[in-house]
Nanobody, 120 residues
Framework: QVQLVESGGGLVEAGGSLRLSCAAS????????MGWYRRAPGKQRELVAD???????NYADSVKGRFTISRDNANNTVYLQMNSLKPEDTGVYSC??????????????WGQGTQVTVSS
């Protein structure tokens, strides 16, 4: 069984910072892309940022220059450093990890989601 445990969400004023983390444990193998998605109120889930096993990164245009994604392969953990937060960054942030299960099937794993609220 695979568990993704997220932490770091909360309430912050506009201009502030938060750091999210997501640690995967259990029978997950050959992790490739790790990423963060968010769902804002009344909107569809969108990709915020992702990072490949070779540390190549990809960001949504709305967060470029403000957010930084990183990963610790030894501990199967992905981070999202969020600076200069804006009210429009408010939403539920979920981590996504693409790996292989114990029988070799490629699988998407999701965290439970953590709330980020940015006040104006």
């Amino acid at each position: 069984q695979v568990q993704l445990v997220e932490s770091g969400g909360g309430l912050v004023e506009a201009g502030g910072s938060l750091r999210l983390s997501c640690a995967a444990s259990g029978s997950i193998f050959s992790i490739s892309v790790m990423g963060w998605y968010r769902r804002a109120p009344g909107k569809q889930r969108e990709l915020v940022a992702d990072i490949s096993s070779l540390h190549m990164t990809n960001y949504a245009d709305s967060v470029k220059g403000r957010f930084t994604i990183s990963r610790d392969n030894a501990n199967n953990t992905v981070y999202l450093q969020m600076n200069s937060l804006k009210p429009e960054d408010t939403g539920v942030y979920s981590c996504n990890i693409k790996g292989t299960n114990r029988i070799g099937v490629r699988t998407d794993y999701w965290g439970q989601g953590t709330q980020v609220t940015v006040s104006s």
